[in-house]
């Protein structure tokens, strides 16, 4: 099992982290292995950013970890 802690990346790390994800996911084979570590990564990077979205309005302060079994060969 592996975490995503993207929590210490910058907002802009992270939009360009999950537009470069996109890129790449348009680009995969529907059936492709690599779609399920793409999809988690952007998960990990949706999550961090509406987390720090809440903070804004008052909420507490966390950090986003995001676990999943890695697939493929």
């Not at 996109?22 to 961090?48: Q, W």
């Amino acid at each position: 099992m592996r975490e995503h802690n993207v929590g210490r990346l910058t907002a802009s790390e992270l939009e360009r982290a999950r537009r470069e994800l996109a890129a790449s996911l348009a680009l995969a084979r529907p059936d492709s292995p690599i779609r399920t570590p793409i999809l988690s990564h952007m998960t990990a990077i949706d999550t961090e950013l509406a987390d720090r979205n809440l903070r804004t309005d008052g909420s507490p302060a966390t950090y986003s970890t995001i676990q999943h079994t890695a697939s493929g060969p």
